[in-house]
């Protein structure tokens, strides 16, 4: 069954490092997403890629954040200049064109930024 | 600010029982709405869409739709130790984005 993988599974850095985090959305999906939820917290939702460019981000999703589509397969989440308060799990989604709201979901990326 | 409200929980059923998950929404312009679930350490995969009012059964799940209320709800029927997650509400608006409640914490006692 088709699935979504995120790489990397945990990825530990250091406060105003730079993140990349990957995503390889399901192959005939054309809506990407980023979400994030903060250990006990609800899943907050980033931003939305369509064609090629950001179709709706949040407010969370500041200058500090950036998302990429490389090639014709990986989506990915960069994060610059980390803090603290940045340490989560982050998801990428993807789904359909036409079913947008149902999404799959990757296994998630942790982050932790000491 | 679009707003979602989950009856927070924890819920705790016994085994066989229904489990009744409800919730609201401030966007009258959601069309869709969908529930997922979520268990503890993973990412929330989707359970049932509805987009019409009324009823929408799938096996032991049904999600009930109330537009003029402003309010869906996911019934899971036969409560399983399985189903023991946080089920999330995500109803959709006139975009793309999903944007989901806080959650409801179920705990199915066997």
């Known amino acids: 069954e088709p699935e979504v993988t995120q790489t990397p599974s945990h990825q530990v850095t250091q406060m105003g490092q730079e993140v990349i985090l990957r995503c390889v959305p399901i192959?005939?999906?054309?809506?990407f997403y980023w979400y994030r939820q903060i250990l006990g917290q609800k899943v907050e939702f980033l931003v939305s890629?369509?064609?090629?460019?950001?179709?709706?981000k949040s407010e969370i999703f500041d200058d500090q954040f950036s998302v990429e589509r490389p090639d014709g397969s990986n989506f990915t989440l960069k994060i610059r200049s980390t803090k603290l308060e940045d340490s989560a799990m982050y998801f990428c989604?993807?789904?359909?064109?036409?079913?947008?709201?149902?999404?799959?979901f990757g296994e998630g990326s942790r982050l932790t930024v000491l | 600010q679009k707003e979602v409200e989950q009856n927070s929980g924890p819920l705790s059923v016994p085994e066989g029982a229904i489990a009744s998950l409800n919730c609201t929404y401030s966007?009258?312009?959601?069309?869709?709405f969908f529930w997922y679930r979520q268990y503890s350490g993973k990412s929330p995969e989707l359970i049932m869409s509805?987009?019409?009012?009324g009823d929408k059964e799938d096996g032991r799940f049904t999600a009930q739709l109330n537009k003029a209320s402003q309010y869906v709800s996911l019934l899971i029927r036969d409560s399983q130790p399985s189903d023991s997650a946080t089920y999330l509400c995500?109803?959709?608006?006139?975009?793309?984005?999903?944007?989901f409640g806080k959650g409801t914490k179920l705990t199915v006692n066997p």
């Open positions: 989604a993807s789904s359909l064109q036409g079913n947008p709201g149902e999404l799959f």
């Open positions: 192959s005939n999906h054309l809506y």
């Open positions: 890629f369509y064609n090629n460019e950001i179709s709706e």
């Open positions: 966007d009258r312009g959601s069309q869709s």
């Open positions: 509805i987009y019409s009012n």
């Open positions: 995500g109803p959709q608006g006139g975009s793309e984005k999903l944007v």
